[in-house]
């Protein structure tokens, strides 16, 4: 999935650069939420992109505003169990057949990732709240 | 902007030093270094592309991070089937796994390869 262009003009002041970079990644994280609803290999794989870029961002303004860098820690914890709920969709995608026990084992896995993926992003949705004001 | 010139100067620097570690002695530790550093630079070049004429790096960095996704995905995929097949499974995994073997080592080898041309300190 490519990443949206950030609208920047008119932009002179660092400032307002991260709120638009931000105001931008959020959006997009926000647009692909159904994913995580879905559960579906790519609509998770999209949703994770996503907050990859969101997450980067943060942890790069965060060195500006130390606010940002909670988020983006909450944002880390998301990332790392919808990559290995991914890893999982890999793995069962090339198993042989005849492997059903550990084709079980892994789909059991990758439910339990994707529940603590949408367990964290209930977290962040209020933490984000500030993000979604501009408050940043 | 002063702030935003001296982040993308010490993020290339990053990456040319992942870069170099890695073609110097590739591992798998050494490739997730050079690949979370390209894929953070290439999302900072692309969040400031409205404001930044640096589309050609934009694209060299891009092409870095994606010359290791298939090292990647094969040593992830193998280290986690070797965590997972179900004991009494284990003969129908030996041929995939040695499948792994081969397909991680000869991408590491690629993504060394391709790594080497590239130099991101200029």
Redesign the interface.
């Known amino acids: 999935m490519k990443?949206g262009?950030?609208?920047?003009?008119g932009?002179?002041?660092?400032r307002e650069?991260v709120e638009r970079?931000v105001a931008t990644?959020l959006r997009e994280a926000h647009a692909l939420t159904s994913g995580l609803d879905r559960r579906d290999k790519q609509g998770l794989h999209d949703f994770r992109i996503a907050c990859?870029?969101l997450r980067?961002?943060l942890e790069?303004f965060a060195a500006?505003d130390q606010s940002l860098e909670a988020i983006a820690e909450r944002l880390a914890a998301l990332q790392d169990a919808l990559g290995e709920a991914h890893?999982?969709d890999?793995?069962l995608a090339?198993?042989?057949a005849?492997?059903?026990?550990?084709q079980r084992?892994?789909r059991a896995?990758r439910e339990a990732c994707v529940d603590r993926a949408v367990a964290n992003w209930t977290e962040l949705k209020q933490l984000m709240q500030a993000l979604d004001s501009h408050q940043i | 902007m002063k702030w935003l010139t001296k982040t993308i100067r010490r993020e290339q620097r990053a990456l040319e030093r992942a870069r170099r570690r890695f073609v110097r002695k590739p591992n798998e530790r050494r490739l997730h270094d050079v690949r979370t550093t390209g894929r953070r630079f290439l999302s900072l070049l692309e969040d400031v592309a409205g404001i930044s004429e640096l589309e050609r790096l934009r694209r060299r960095v891009k092409r870095a991070a994606a010359a290791t996704d298939a090292a990647r995905d094969a040593t992830i995929i193998l280290r986690l089937l070797e965590s997972s097949v179900d004991g009494a499974e284990g003969s129908f995994a030996h041929p995939l796994l040695d499948r792994l073997c081969e397909q991680e080592r000869i991408a590491t080898r690629t993504a060394c390869k391709e790594l080497r041309r590239m130099r991101f300190d200029s």
């Not at chain 1, 262009?5 to 003009?9: A, E, G, I, S």
């Open positions: 990443a262009r950030v609208d920047l003009d932009v002179d002041d660092v650069l970079v990644r990859k870029r980067y961002a790069r500006l890893d999982r890999m793995l090339i198993l042989p005849a492997m059903t026990a550990t084992r892994l896995d």
